[in-house]
C-alpha cells in the first residue's frame, strides 16, 4: 500500500506473506538469542562432578515438567490434542541411554553438565549431519531443541520465560519453534514477524488460530529490528514497518483502532453483509484447521467459501490421511456448514505449499507438477479423496472446487473421476450422495480468458486472487526484489476479474472470490464494485469486511469502480479509493484518508 | 529369542515421530529390543529414543528386529507391524 511513502521517510518496509490479518503496534521481542548462550568448558573434581549429575537430574526433571505443561497448554488453549513433536521430545528427556551417557561424560570426562549436554548433543547431531537423506537431515532441530532447553535451564538464563511476559510484545524470530510457540503467553503476544515460512507455516497457523497479526516469509527482519524497536506488523497488507516515523505510526493507530473496533464488532456478526442502498452480499469463511470451524458463526460466516484440504497433510507428510480419516473431517465441514455449504477444494499440493513425496525437486515449483496437475498423475490419492467427500455429502452441501485448472481437458479428466468413483460408490452400495456440484478454480491467465468455455462445463467458477495475480503479472511476492510488483488493484487483474464477472453472469453460473484482497475492506469494496457478490476470506476478518460493506452504497462504489477502470496504474486506483471512500463512507473508511 | 527383517517403507525413515512410536511401543515389553540396519550393521536399544534415532535409516533400510524375553514374541509381531504400517494410521489435528 502507500508505496511512495517508502522513499519519503526513514522508516524501513518488508514486504512478506500475510500469514493472519489484523494490525499490531508494539515493541519488538527478538527471539533468536535463544540457544546462542556460549557455554564454558569446566573441569570439575569428582566430589563436584556428583553435583553436577544431581544439576543434570534436576534440569531433566524441570525440562520434562516444561514439556508437560506445554503440551497441557496446548490442548487447552489451541485444541490441539496430539503433539507428536513435543512427545519425541519428552522421550529423549526420558531415554535412559541419552541419560546415561550423559552422566557418564560428567563422570569419566569429570565436566560440568553444560559441557556435557552440548558434547553428547553435538556427537549425536553430527551423526545426523551425514545421513544423505534431506528430511532425517533436518530433524537435528529437534535434538536441538531439546539440548538448548536443558542448556537454558542449567544456565539459569530465565530472561527468555515467555510464558510470563511482563509486556505486549512483538515477537519476532527467524522461525518459531513449536515449543516456543507454545510456550507464549498469548496475553502479552501483539503478534509474530518471521523469516521464513509460509501460509503453512507453524506460527502463521497458530497466529490465525488465535486471532493475531502475523506476516511471515520476511527473509531478514531479524537482521534489521533489534529488541525494544517499535514495528507495525500489518497482517493484511503482508508487511511490516519498522522504525515507523510519526505520521506513518498515527495513521497505522488509527487503522488499528478502526480496524479493532470493526473486527470486534460483536453485533455485526448476526447482520447481513448488505450495502446501505440494500444490495446483499454473502461473506464466507475460508478454513485450513479443524479447530477454525468451530468460530464460524461467532464470525457469521455463511458457510465454507474455500477449505484448504491440503492442510490434511500438515506435518505428517508422507503419511498420507486415509479415507476414513478425511471423511471425518468433512463430515464435520458439512455439519458446521449446514445450509450455506462447504466449498472444498481438492488438495492443492506441490508448488510453494506442501510437496508430497516420490518426485523430483523442481526448478520452478509455481509452474510444475501441483494441484489439479499432481492429483491426475497421482490418481488414487484423488480418488480417495472424492470418495471421503461423496460418502460425507450425506446433506448434500458440499461442492469440490478444482485448483490451477488451465485446459479444459483436465476439468473433463476430473470430472470422468468423478463419475466413475460415483459409480464405484454405487456399485459398492455405499451410502453416499451424488449431489456434488464442480467447481472451477480461476487463478491463472489462461482459465480466466477461458471462463466462458469453463462456464458451460463447471456448475460455479472460483477466482482465486493470491495466485491470480502472482500469475498475471508474474511476480512471486515472497521474493523482495520484485515484491512491489504484487498489486492487487493493477489495472490487469481489475480488468480480468470484471471480465470474469461478464462471463459469470451471461452463463448465469454462480461466480466467488477468495484470496487475501477480499480480507482488506479497501479492496474487498473494489472488488464489490467490480460486480462481486460473494466473498470468501478468513474468519476473523469477516465482521472488519461486513462493517465496510454496510457503510457503503452499491450505486456509487460502482461508479467509482467505472472511474478506476478508466486508470492506468494501480497505485492511481488506490490514490482514486483512498480519496473517495472516506467521503462515500466516513462511518467506516475515515481513517484511510491519512493513508494517502 | 525372536529376529524378523522389515523394510522401512514411509518416506520420511525413522524421524522423530515415527522413532518416538517405536520406541512406545517397545517400551510395553518385558523383552529386550535390538534393532540393526542390515546396510550399515549399525545397532540400536529399541527402548531408547536417542539410539533408534542415531540409526537414521531413511526410507528402504532393511531393519533386523530382534526380541529376547518373556513377552518375545509378541513384542517382535507389535514392532513388525508398527513398520509395516508406516508407523500407523494418524489423527488428523495434530499439527505439532
Redesign the interface.
Given at each position: 500500500m502507500a508505496s511512495s511513502s517508502v522513499t519519503r521517510s526513514r522508516d524501513l518496509r518488508l514486504q512478506g506473506v500475510a500469514a493472519s490479518p489484523g494490525i499490531a503496534i508494539g515493541r519488538v521481542l527478538r527471539l533468536d538469542e535463544r540457544g546462542r548462550h556460549q557455554f564454558y568448558y569446566i573441569g570439575v573434581s569428582a566430589a563436584q562432578a556428583r553435583m553436577e549429575v544431581r544439576r543434570l537430574r534436576e534440569a531433566l526433571e524441570e525440562a520434562r515438567n516444561q514439556l508437560r505443561d506445554i503440551k497441557l497448554r496446548?490442548a487447552e488453549e489451541l485444541?490441539?490434542?496430539?503433539?507428536?513433536?513435543?512427545?519425541?521430545h519428552l522421550?529423549?528427556l526420558e531415554?535412559?541411554?541419552?541419560i546415561q551417557?550423559l552422566e557418564s561424560e560428567i563422570r569419566t570426562r569429570r565436566v560440568n553438565a553444560e559441557w556435557a549436554v552440548r558434547s553428547v548433543a553435538d556427537r549425536?547431531i553430527a551423526?545426523?549431519k551425514q545421513?544423505?537423506?534431506p528430511?532425517?537431515r533436518e530433524?537435528t532441530s529437534?535434538?536441538e531443541d531439546v539440548a538448548t532447553r536443558l542448556l537454558t535451564i542449567l544456565s539459569g538464563h530465565d530472561k527468555f520465560d515467555l510464558s510470563k511476559l511482563d509486556q505486549d510484545v512483538i515477537i519476532v524470530a527467524k522461525n518459531i519453534w513449536?515449543s516456543t510457540v507454545?510456550e507464549l503467553d498469548f496475553g502479552h503476544v501483539l503478534g509474530f514477524a518471521t523469516n521464513t515460512g509460509g501460509l503453512t507455516a507453524?506460527s502463521a497457523?497458530i497466529a490465525r488460530s488465535l486471532n493475531i497479526p502475523a506476516v511471515v516469509g520476511l527473509h531478514d527482519v531479524t537482521r534489521v529490528a533489534k529488541t525494544g524497536n517499535l514495528i507495525v506488523v500489518d497482517g493484511a497488507a503482508g508487511e511490516v514497518i519498522l522504525r515507523p516515523t510519526k505520521s506513518v505510526l498515527k495513521s497505522y493507530i488509527q487503522k488499528r483502532d478502526n480496524d479493532r473496533s470493526n473486527r470486534h464488532d460483536d453485533a455485526v456478526g448476526s447482520q447481513a453483509a448488505e450495502t446501505i442502498d440494500g444490495v446483499r452480499m454473502t461473506l464466507r469463511a475460508n478454513v485450513e484447521?479443524?479447530?477454525e470451524i468451530d468460530s464460524l458463526a461467532l464470525f457469521g460466516a455463511e458457510g465454507i467459501g474455500l477449505y484448504r484440504s491440503e492442510f490434511?497433510f500438515?506435518?505428517?507428510?508422507?503419511?498420507l490421511?486415509?479415507e476414513e480419516?478425511q471423511y471425518?473431517?468433512y463430515r464435520k465441514l458439512a455439519d458446521a456448514a449446514g445450509e450455506f455449504g462447504a466449498n472444498i477444494r481438492v488438495f492443492d499440493l506441490g508448488g510453494d505449499k506442501l510437496t508430497l513425496?516420490?518426485f523430483e525437486t523442481e526448478q520452478n515449483p509455481a509452474l510444475g507438477l501441483r494441484a489439479i496437475r499432481l492429483s491426475l498423475k497421482v490418481e488414487h490419492i484423488f480418488r480417495t479423496q472424492l470418495r471421503a467427500i461423496l460418502r460425507a455429502n450425506l446433506r448434500g452441501n458440499l461442492r469440490v472446487v478444482l485448483p490451477l485448472i488451465c485446459t479444459i481437458t483436465e476439468l473433463r479428466e476430473a470430472k470422468r473421476i468423478i463419475a466413475e468413483v460415483k459409480q464405484e460408490l454405487a456399485d459398492a452400495q455405499i451410502e453416499h450422495n451424488a449431489h456434488l456440484p464442480i467447481g472451477v478454480m480461476i487463478e491463472v491467465p489462461a482459465a480466466a480468458l477461458m471462463a466462458d468455455l469453463f462456464a458451460r462445463e463447471a456448475d460455479f467458477l472460483s477466482v482465486g486472487t493470491n495466485d491470480l495475480i502472482q500469475y498475471i503479472l508474474a511476480v512471486d511476492r515472497a521474493n523482495e526484489n520484485v515484491a512491489y510488483l504484487y498489486q492487487p488493484l493493477h489495472p490487469a487483474i481489475l480488468r480480468t476479474i470484471g471480465h470474469l464477472v461478464r462471463v459469470a453472469e451471461a452463463a448465469q453460473v454462480p461466480l466467488e472470490l477468495c484470496g487475501e484482497m477480499a480480507a482488506d475492506p479497501l479492496q474487498a469494496i473494489a472488488l464489490i464494485g467490480l460486480g462481486i457478490r460473494t466473498l470468501s476470506l478468513v474468519p476473523g476478518s469477516i465482521p472488519l469486511v461486513k462493517n465496510a460493506i454496510r457503510s457503503i452504497e452499491y450505486d456509487r462504489v460502482k461508479s467509482l469502480m467505472k472511474e478506476a477502470m478508466k486508470l492506468k496504474s494501480s497505485s492511481e486506483v488506490e490514490e482514486l479509493l483512498v480519496r473517495e471512500l472516506p467521503q462515500q463512507a466516513p462511518r467506516f473508511f475515515a481513517a484511510w484518508s491519512s493513508r494517502a | 529369542m525372536q529376529q524378523r527383517t522389515v523394510t522401512i517403507s514411509n518416506r520420511l525413515g525413522l524421524h522423530a515421530r515415527a522413532a518416538a512410536q517405536l520406541v512406545r511401543r517397545a517400551s510395553q515389553f518385558t523383552s529386550s529390543v535390538h534393532l540393526i540396519r542390515e546396510d550399515t550393521g549399525d545397532e540400536a536399544d529399541g527402548k531408547s529414543i536417542l539410539s533408534v534415532l542415531l540409526l537414521a535409516a531413511p526410507c528402504g533400510t532393511c531393519l533386523i528386529i530382534k526380541t529376547d524375553g518373556e513377552d518375545d514374541e509378541r513384542a517382535i509381531s507389535a514392532l513388525a507391524e508398527l513398520v509395516e504400517h508406516k508407523f500407523g494410521e494418524e489423527i488428523p489435528d495434530g499439527v505439532f
Amino acid at each position: 500500500m502507500a508505496s511512495s511513502s517508502v522513499t519519503r521517510s526513514r522508516d524501513l518496509r518488508l514486504q512478506g506473506v500475510a500469514a493472519s490479518p489484523g494490525i499490531a503496534i508494539g515493541r519488538v521481542l527478538r527471539l533468536d538469542e535463544r540457544g546462542r548462550h556460549q557455554f564454558y568448558y569446566i573441569g570439575v573434581s569428582a566430589a563436584q562432578a556428583r553435583m553436577e549429575v544431581r544439576r543434570l537430574r534436576e534440569a531433566l526433571e524441570e525440562a520434562r515438567n516444561q514439556l508437560r505443561d506445554i503440551k497441557l497448554r496446548l490442548a487447552e488453549e489451541l485444541g490441539f490434542k496430539h503433539s507428536f513433536i513435543l512427545d519425541a521430545h519428552l522421550l529423549m528427556l526420558e531415554d535412559l541411554r541419552f541419560i546415561q551417557e550423559l552422566e557418564s561424560e560428567i563422570r569419566t570426562r569429570r565436566v560440568n553438565a553444560e559441557w556435557a549436554v552440548r558434547s553428547v548433543a553435538d556427537r549425536a547431531i553430527a551423526v545426523y549431519k551425514q545421513v544423505s537423506d534431506p528430511y532425517l537431515r533436518e530433524r537435528t532441530s529437534d535434538l536441538e531443541d531439546v539440548a538448548t532447553r536443558l542448556l537454558t535451564i542449567l544456565s539459569g538464563h530465565d530472561k527468555f520465560d515467555l510464558s510470563k511476559l511482563d509486556q505486549d510484545v512483538i515477537i519476532v524470530a527467524k522461525n518459531i519453534w513449536p515449543s516456543t510457540v507454545a510456550e507464549l503467553d498469548f496475553g502479552h503476544v501483539l503478534g509474530f514477524a518471521t523469516n521464513t515460512g509460509g501460509l503453512t507455516a507453524h506460527s502463521a497457523i497458530i497466529a490465525r488460530s488465535l486471532n493475531i497479526p502475523a506476516v511471515v516469509g520476511l527473509h531478514d527482519v531479524t537482521r534489521v529490528a533489534k529488541t525494544g524497536n517499535l514495528i507495525v506488523v500489518d497482517g493484511a497488507a503482508g508487511e511490516v514497518i519498522l522504525r515507523p516515523t510519526k505520521s506513518v505510526l498515527k495513521s497505522y493507530i488509527q487503522k488499528r483502532d478502526n480496524d479493532r473496533s470493526n473486527r470486534h464488532d460483536d453485533a455485526v456478526g448476526s447482520q447481513a453483509a448488505e450495502t446501505i442502498d440494500g444490495v446483499r452480499m454473502t461473506l464466507r469463511a475460508n478454513v485450513e484447521l479443524p479447530t477454525e470451524i468451530d468460530s464460524l458463526a461467532l464470525f457469521g460466516a455463511e458457510g465454507i467459501g474455500l477449505y484448504r484440504s491440503e492442510f490434511l497433510f500438515l506435518n505428517r507428510l508422507p503419511d498420507l490421511p486415509g479415507e476414513e480419516e478425511q471423511y471425518e473431517v468433512y463430515r464435520k465441514l458439512a455439519d458446521a456448514a449446514g445450509e450455506f455449504g462447504a466449498n472444498i477444494r481438492v488438495f492443492d499440493l506441490g508448488g510453494d505449499k506442501l510437496t508430497l513425496g516420490g518426485f523430483e525437486t523442481e526448478q520452478n515449483p509455481a509452474l510444475g507438477l501441483r494441484a489439479i496437475r499432481l492429483s491426475l498423475k497421482v490418481e488414487h490419492i484423488f480418488r480417495t479423496q472424492l470418495r471421503a467427500i461423496l460418502r460425507a455429502n450425506l446433506r448434500g452441501n458440499l461442492r469440490v472446487v478444482l485448483p490451477l485448472i488451465c485446459t479444459i481437458t483436465e476439468l473433463r479428466e476430473a470430472k470422468r473421476i468423478i463419475a466413475e468413483v460415483k459409480q464405484e460408490l454405487a456399485d459398492a452400495q455405499i451410502e453416499h450422495n451424488a449431489h456434488l456440484p464442480i467447481g472451477v478454480m480461476i487463478e491463472v491467465p489462461a482459465a480466466a480468458l477461458m471462463a466462458d468455455l469453463f462456464a458451460r462445463e463447471a456448475d460455479f467458477l472460483s477466482v482465486g486472487t493470491n495466485d491470480l495475480i502472482q500469475y498475471i503479472l508474474a511476480v512471486d511476492r515472497a521474493n523482495e526484489n520484485v515484491a512491489y510488483l504484487y498489486q492487487p488493484l493493477h489495472p490487469a487483474i481489475l480488468r480480468t476479474i470484471g471480465h470474469l464477472v461478464r462471463v459469470a453472469e451471461a452463463a448465469q453460473v454462480p461466480l466467488e472470490l477468495c484470496g487475501e484482497m477480499a480480507a482488506d475492506p479497501l479492496q474487498a469494496i473494489a472488488l464489490i464494485g467490480l460486480g462481486i457478490r460473494t466473498l470468501s476470506l478468513v474468519p476473523g476478518s469477516i465482521p472488519l469486511v461486513k462493517n465496510a460493506i454496510r457503510s457503503i452504497e452499491y450505486d456509487r462504489v460502482k461508479s467509482l469502480m467505472k472511474e478506476a477502470m478508466k486508470l492506468k496504474s494501480s497505485s492511481e486506483v488506490e490514490e482514486l479509493l483512498v480519496r473517495e471512500l472516506p467521503q462515500q463512507a466516513p462511518r467506516f473508511f475515515a481513517a484511510w484518508s491519512s493513508r494517502a | 529369542m525372536q529376529q524378523r527383517t522389515v523394510t522401512i517403507s514411509n518416506r520420511l525413515g525413522l524421524h522423530a515421530r515415527a522413532a518416538a512410536q517405536l520406541v512406545r511401543r517397545a517400551s510395553q515389553f518385558t523383552s529386550s529390543v535390538h534393532l540393526i540396519r542390515e546396510d550399515t550393521g549399525d545397532e540400536a536399544d529399541g527402548k531408547s529414543i536417542l539410539s533408534v534415532l542415531l540409526l537414521a535409516a531413511p526410507c528402504g533400510t532393511c531393519l533386523i528386529i530382534k526380541t529376547d524375553g518373556e513377552d518375545d514374541e509378541r513384542a517382535i509381531s507389535a514392532l513388525a507391524e508398527l513398520v509395516e504400517h508406516k508407523f500407523g494410521e494418524e489423527i488428523p489435528d495434530g499439527v505439532f
